[in-house]
């Protein structure tokens, strides 16, 4: 018995054990808290997952996958299949903290991260392989073509390092692009304090724009006159690392 990738649902199946072994090795499991894999697929990952201590989680929306699953992996009772991880409450659902794996759809890897930084206070770590771009994207400095809105946003809470490349060819299908594996660690003083709804409204404007200076792409946010002759007004967002932009809200919500 086998799955047949559907393309519909971003599935590329991975093919080298190595590889699998690797991603699953990058997570800590210091605190035997629960994982969960998202889109295991005929659990390349799920196999190394099941030898560690922890308790292991599945999202999956695949049928076929996740009869594969159950059918291979007894160790992975009912109540380890929790479905649509873009439906789901992970409050709700998990009782403590939750790191997060897996071989991520293509089609909804952005969608992952910011659903992760939504539950930065539920979700430790993370170890996942996404298309090449976004890795790089998400793991990117300032004052490079790759640094933005997902950039800034995740390692306002998350410390990221990228950890390696994947070829094209590990995997059935093979995708048209190349992937890269990131590991997420939570920052346990990320700084914002409550300002996170308006840290978000400034990245998303300043890089809205990303050529043009700040005094410029942050104008339809109503910018406090206190701030209009701050130093940041004459750079771009490239120009700003993410305690740049942190402590420039700050400031913001004291003079708004």
Known sequence: MSVRAKKHLGQHFLTDENIAKNIVDGLSYENKNQVLEIGPGMGVLTKYLLEKDAEIFVAE????????????YPKLE???FIGDFLKLNLEESFDGQVSVIGNFPYNISSQILFKIIDYYDRVPEMVGMFQKEVAERTA????????????VLVQALYDVKYLFTVHENVFNPPPKVKSGVIRLTRNPKPGLAGNEVLFKKIVKAGFGQRRKKL????KA????????????????????????????????????
Do not use: C
């Open 61 to 72: 929306i695949d049928t076929e996958s996740i009869a594969y699953l159950k059918s291979h």
């Open 78 to 80: 009912e109540k380890h």
């Open 215 to 218: 005094s410029n792409s942050l």
């Open 221 to 256: 946010l109503d910018i406090p006159e206190e701030l209009k002759a701050h130093e940041f007004m004459d750079k771009r967002a490239e120009e700003l690392s993410v305690a740049d932009f942190i402590a420039f809200t700050q400031l913001w919500k004291e003079h708004s």
């Open 140 to 151: 990117a400095v300032p004052r490079t073509k790759d640094y933005g809105i997902l950039s």
